[in-house]
Structure formats: structure tokens, C-alpha cells
């Protein structure tokens, strides 16, 4: 069994910052990508930002330069750093990772729970 556990959203006004967390814990043998995605009401689920094992990134457009994405292989975690938050960032954050929990086994995509994050303009 693995559980994804994000902590870090809330309530910010437009230019503030954010820190999301996102821990992995279970029977894992490794983790591939990780990466956040969110939600905003009406709207699709969108990738944010992505980091592979070896730590190459990736960003949404909008979201360059203003966030980044870290991973802390060790602890299984997945930071996600966001500074001058605007109110189009009002989203419900999602915590995704690529994991595998046997060597003779395909890996699984698993999604935490989600963290609100609201920006007040």
C-alpha cells in the first residue's frame, strides 16, 4: 500500500508565497517522476510541474519562473516552491508520483489526496 500526504496549501494574498509537500510512504522500491498538478473549479486537471529521479524539470507556461519544483529522494518527497502567487493559481494542488512497489512489477501512478490553495487579490 502507498499514501501520497500533502500538506502546505491555504490561503495567500496575490504576490505571496507557498510552500506545497508532498510525502511518499509505503512499501516502495523506487520512484520514478513526481509532480504536481491542480484543479481549479470548472476546469481540467493541468500538470504544473514535474521532476524526474535524476532531477530534470518541467513547467507549465504559466507558472515559469514564478514556481519550482525540488524533490528530496531520501525522504520520498516532492517540494513544490510557489512565490508571487496570482489568483489564477486558485487551484486544488494534486501530489502525483510514478512508483514501484516490486522489482517484478510495471510501476503505478498515485495521487495524494489534494491541498487547497486560494490567492486573494
Known amino acids: 500500500q502507498v499514501h501520497l500526504v500533502e500538506s502546505g496549501g491555504g490561503l495567500v494574498q496575490a504576490g505571496g508565497s507557498l510552500r506545497l509537500s508532498c510525502a511518499a510512504s509505503g512499501s516502495i522500491k523506487s520512484i520514478n517522476a513526481m509532480g504536481w498538478y491542480r484543479q481549479a473549479p470548472g476546469k481540467q486537471r493541468e500538470l504544473v510541474a514535474a521532476v524526474t529521479s535524476g532531477g530534470s524539470t518541467n513547467y507549465a507556461d504559466s507558472v515559469k519562473g514564478r514556481f519550482t519544483i525540488s524533490r528530496d529522494n531520501a525522504k520520498n518527497t516532492v517540494y513544490l516552491q510557489m512565490n508571487s502567487l496570482k489568483p489564477e493559481d486558485t487551484a486544488v494542488y494534486y501530489c502525483?508520483?510514478?512508483?514501484?512497489?516490486?522489482?517484478?512489477?510495471?510501476?503505478?501512478?498515485?495521487w495524494g489526496q489534494g491541498t487547497q490553495v486560494t490567492v486573494s487579490s
Open positions: 502525483n508520483a510514478d512508483i514501484r512497489v516490486s522489482y517484478y512489477a510495471a510501476s503505478f501512478n498515485y
